[in-house]
């Protein structure tokens, strides 16, 4: 694709990278076959290949309207188009580019605006979000229904979490909204590798990793929370941990973008591709044990199969990391059954907060995703991410957690 950047982007770094993209793309349209939001409306602008279009127009002529604001947002940043893309295209990173020049040159309306620096200002706050969800559930009752089923009921509570007894010790992200509503599943984690030979530890202040605020276009802030996190994981870094080990896959997507995030802080670049480097989502680890696993499973015949569940990969799981059926050889190891899904390269729709901005396609999204979860009667619907986690199990007919839980309750 040829390009002409306007002066007011291009020898920017962000207009060089934009730029390399841009003349990445070969109009081939294989993305649209796999793209969520052009199968459910049939736009070719609510496709990557439009989108990028409408990405090249602004980049060139530095005009935006609210059409092109409509069409970048409607995308969940499933990435899925990389995944699909022969050539190559870095779609997520042009689009983070994209949407930041509309955010600032287009604007918002009033109510938009609002609800974006809410989320952007409590999310990322752990004491404060788990604060204002006690206070949902309290109030739950006497809510609009509309409103209600929007307030995910009370987890479990965290489990016992082994103390350090091991040589190997690795890092874990705490998360911002993950404490709350999935309390358990940094503990199951530490549970499970204790079991291998590793300890898991969380190193206090490792909150947010960032990606909350900089996918809402509040990118300094999102960038602030990446060097606060850098900074409470480093002197455990320089002590000797082996990893960084996450278990919610949107943050490990951005936990292992660090590199590229931060490429142009000169105080902090380096640090940030040491961190990308050691990032690991909780199932690689996992599955580089996977002999010591096979010996713990359970193996007694007369117990039967495992349960039989439906595995759910989140969009940041296998288009965000290309992590693909690591997580299935994890759990056909341990004995589980899995059932098959169809369409399993599809979003569910939870997108980090595109649930919340864009309800009415995030709800349809859900609602074929759960459709293709349910086809395999599978008796749990496992996953890899609090956010895709908790919206399926809004409408599941069937418990839903995530799989290191599952794993953690079926090993002795």
């Not at 899925?80 to 295209?89: H, I, K, L, N």
């Not at 809510?143 to 040589?167: C, D, M, T």
Request: proline share 7%.
């Amino acid at each position: 694709m040829q390009t002409s950047l306007a002066d007011f982007i291009k020898n920017t770094h962000e207009g060089r990278e934009a730029d390399a993209i841009l003349r990445s793309c070969v109009h081939c349209g294989f993305c649209t076959a796999t793209c969520p939001t052009y199968q459910l409306l049939g736009d070719e602008l609510d496709g990557p290949r439009g989108r990028i279009y409408l990405m090249k127009q602004l980049l060139e002529t530095g005009k935006a309207s609210a059409k092109t604001r409509v069409h970048l947002d409607r995308c969940l940043t499933c990435r899925s188009c990389e995944t699909t893309c022969p050539s190559g295209v870095r779609y997520g990173h042009l689009l983070d580019i994209s949407r930041q020049i509309v955010s600032e040159r287009v604007g918002r309306p009033p109510a938009q605006a609002f609800l974006r620096r809410t989320l952007a200002a409590v999310l990322p706050r752990p004491a404060l979000f788990a604060l204002l969800l006690r206070i949902g559930r309290l109030l739950r009752p006497l809510l609009p229904q509309a409103l209600a089923v929007k307030i995910p009921a009370a987890s479990a509570r965290a489990g016992a979490w082994p103390q350090p007894r091991h040589r190997r010790k690795m890092l874990a992200l705490a998360g911002c909204v993950q404490p709350s509503l999935g309390p358990d599943i940094n503990s199951a984690a530490a549970r499970v590798l204790d079991r291998l030979g590793i300890s898991l530890i969380e190193a206090q202040d490792a909150r947010c990793c960032g990606a909350l605020r900089y996918h809402l276009d509040f990118k300094e802030p999102g960038l602030d929370d990446m060097r606060r996190l850098i900074d409470a994981w480093w002197p455990h870094i320089e002590r000797g941990a082996e990893a960084v080990v996450i278990t919610a896959s949107g943050c490990g997507a951005m936990v292992k973008d660090y590199g590229h995030a931060l490429a142009h802080d000169k105080a902090y670049a380096a640090k940030a591709a040491r961190i990308s480097a050691l990032a690991k989502d909780i199932a690689e680890v996992v599955a580089a044990e996977l002999g010591a696993l096979a010996r713990l499973a359970p193996k007694d015949p007369s117990l039967g199969p495992g349960p039989r569940v439906a595995f759910h990969p989140p969009c940041t799981l296998q288009h965000g990391q290309k992590i693909k059926g690591v997580t299935e050889r994890v759990l056909e190891a341990a004995g589980f059954e899995l059932a098959p899904v169809p369409d399993s390269h599809l979003c569910c729709g939870s997108a980090g907060t595109y649930s919340i901005l864009q309800p009415k396609l995030s709800q349809q999204l859900k609602r074929n995703k759960l459709a293709a979860l349910a086809s395999g009667m599978p008796e749990m619907i496992l996953s890899s991410n609090i956010a895709c986690q908790s919206h399926l199990a809004n409408g599941a007919d069937v418990p839903v957690k995530h799989w290191i839980e599952a794993l953690d309750e079926r090993l002795p």
